[in-house]
């Protein structure tokens, strides 16, 4: 298959019956095809598959219809909750195909078999399954398995195989089933009868098993066969690592019937207490016995028991009074050095059981009695007021009020907050910052007025209660088209005195719609500009904000007042009325 890409790996698709997509070239290069066997529009007729929307109903159906191309890497997306169960296997015969499973846990797409069929037979080439859920089948299958391969470079990633009383075979393997890989996926046995986890039935040259698990018995019953059960054919450069072998209480083979096999690389893996890594142990061999000499044994390398005289590596290292520098517990410390407590208690533990004097750090000082010399002698307990002491350079706790920096800058705020103070010798930043915001800092306050419940007849009707002196900047946006009864009614924002100093009066109130900004006579449009200098007022106490109806009174409209303000004197304030 050849992409003419030039620049990105992105690029558009479009899906039939829905809207273009993007995606990359590298991981989806084929088409896409849906499969949910829960969703209302599912079928397995033509026209479905190709949108999420209008999906397969069964992944068996995705296969035989002829609609997914080999070699083309298209992919079938399962949903969260799908289930099959089979009678007949789904025959996975595409090259090239991904199947890809969505959902976590029980909610993965599930497979149960319900006859002696195999769950899944792939028999082409590159085919992906991912994130499938095998269930214990729920009729004898003696000699199929949940899923059989007999086609080369097929891979299984975080798939679970679960294997009851009549699942006597999960995964078979045929000699067609070469370069095979296992990835991330779990086998588990749930109740008596199974013999094995994967079967290998044919020759096959490279097969690889990685990071996956084997619960290898259900507490009481273990595989007859083992784990993996080669069955003495002549396997070679079978690749097992990384993977966790776990006989839950009962003795399992790892790896079985080995008869044959060659150029093996097993392990590193891990094995419980009750399972032998292979029949025949040779995982176990590459660690050497106790006088193999090949530098191939982890014995050799080492040192044999002839070469050690039987002396054993922590012999070498120095006994635990071991004085001397040229051993390790020399360096470290002995036994009656450290009073039987490890480096972890002296730094994280119980810390030393003869702690050293304080002292200043100098030469031949060690550490601990320079540390302890600094909170003696530098920092000054709780109380401590001098400057001359970390303590009483913070503030003592009387200060603070048990009240952390950390909480005076960022977290619950000082316990007694000093008072608004103008910036000078002897006034705290704190008393700063209050004095700023509660004197020089402008406040945003907004009012609301209804002419159908609040108030709408002529008159003037007070917005806004002025206390002391004040700054103040005031517009207005309509939310809600003014109404009148009759003709024109005129309208306006000021004081007592001076009705329209604040907004200037609008002819014909029925000229302010909604969403219109209210700064002058004449609004016409969402967006007014601001001349902050020109809209600024000083008021003073008494002079309240109001509202100005004319002759006729309006029935109905609303308009936001949005006022900006600070205090000119101590007692400056504005609230709405």
Request: include cysteine.
């Amino acid at each position: 298959m050849a992409f003419a890409v030039e620049g990105t790996e992105l690029f558009s698709r479009k899906t039939p019956g829905g809207v273009y997509t993007i995606a990359s070239v590298t991981d989806v290069p084929g088409k896409i095809f849906y499969v949910d066997g829960n969703h209302a529009n599912k079928g397995d007729t033509v026209g479905h598959g190709r949108s999420p929307d209008l999906p397969f109903a069964t992944l068996a159906y995705a296969f035989s219809s002829d609609l997914l191309t080999a070699g083309q890497r298209d992919v079938v997306l399962v949903a969260p909750g799908h289930s099959e169960t089979l009678t007949a296997a789904i025959a996975a015969d595409i090259a090239g195909v991904r199947v890809i499973g969505s959902g976590d846990g029980s909610d993965r797409p599930q497979i149960t078999l319900n006859g002696n069929v195999d769950g899944v037979s792939i028999t082409a080439a590159n085919i992906v399954f991912k994130n499938f859920l095998f269930n214990e089948a729920t009729a004898a299958h003696a000699a199929t398995g949940l899923a059989n391969i007999a086609a080369a470079d097929v891979l299984f990633d975080e798939c679970e195989f679960n294997q009851g009383a009549s699942d006597l075979l999960g995964v078979t393997l045929t000699a067609a089933a070469e370069r095979v890989r296992f990835r991330r996926c779990i086998w588990r046995v749930t109740a008596n009868g199974p013999d094995c986890g994967v079967k290998i039935e044919g020759v096959i040259d490279n097969p690889v098993v990685e990071d996956c698990l084997f619960v290898g018995s259900d507490g009481t019953n273990p595989y007859d066969d083992g784990c993996i059960n080669n069955d003495s054919v002549a396997t070679t450069n079978l690749n097992i690592r990384h993977c966790r072998f776990h006989g839950n209480g009962q003795t399992v083979v790892a790896l079985a019937n080995t008869t044959n096999m060659v150029g093996n690389a097993i392990g590193p893996n891990s094995y419980d207490a009750n399972v032998a890594d292979q029949d025949n142990n040779s995982e176990n061999a590459s660690i050497g016995a106790a006088n193999d000499t090949t530098t191939d044994s982890l014995h050799g390398k080492i040192g044999t028991d002839t070469e050690m005289a039987d002396v054993s590596l922590y012999d070498m290292l120095g006994g635990p009074n071991g004085a001397t520098t040229e051993s390790i517990n020399g360096k470290l410390g002995t036994d009656t050095e450290l009073a039987d407590r490890s480096l972890y208690d002296i730094v994280n533990g119980g810390g030393p059981a003869a702690a050293a004097a304080a002292a200043a750090p100098a030469n031949d000082v060690s550490l601990y009695a320079a540390v302890r010399h600094i909170v003696e002698n530098l920092l000054g307990g709780a109380e401590a007021a001098t400057t001359d002491l970390i303590a009483g350079k913070l503030g003592t706790d009387t200060e603070l009020a048990d009240r952390s920096l950390y909480d005076q800058i960022n977290g619950a705020g000082p316990a007694a907050a000093a008072a608004a103070a103008a910036p000078g010798n002897d006034v705290s930043l704190y008393a700063a910052v209050r004095h700023l915001s509660e004197k020089q800092g402008w406040r945003p306050l907004m009012g609301n007025w209804d002419f159908a419940t609040d108030a709408g007849a002529a008159g003037a009707f007070t917005v806004f209660t002025v206390t002391g002196v004040v700054e103040v900047q005031v517009f207005g946006v309509c939310n809600t088209n003014a109404i009148t009864a009759g003709g024109a009614v005129t309208l306006e924002l000021g004081v007592a005195g001076n009705t329209a100093v604040l907004i200037a009066q609008i002819a014909d109130a029925r000229d302010l719609i909604a969403n219109e900004v209210w700064v002058d006579a004449t609004p016409t449009t969402t967006v007014e500009p601001w001349d902050a200098d020109a809209k600024t007022f000083i008021l003073t106490n008494g002079q309240d904000i109001i509202q100005t109806i004319g002759v006729g009174g309006l029935t109905g409209g609303t308009i936001d007042y949005y006022l900006m303000w600070r205090p000119r004197s101590a007692d400056g304030a504005i609230v709405a009325a």
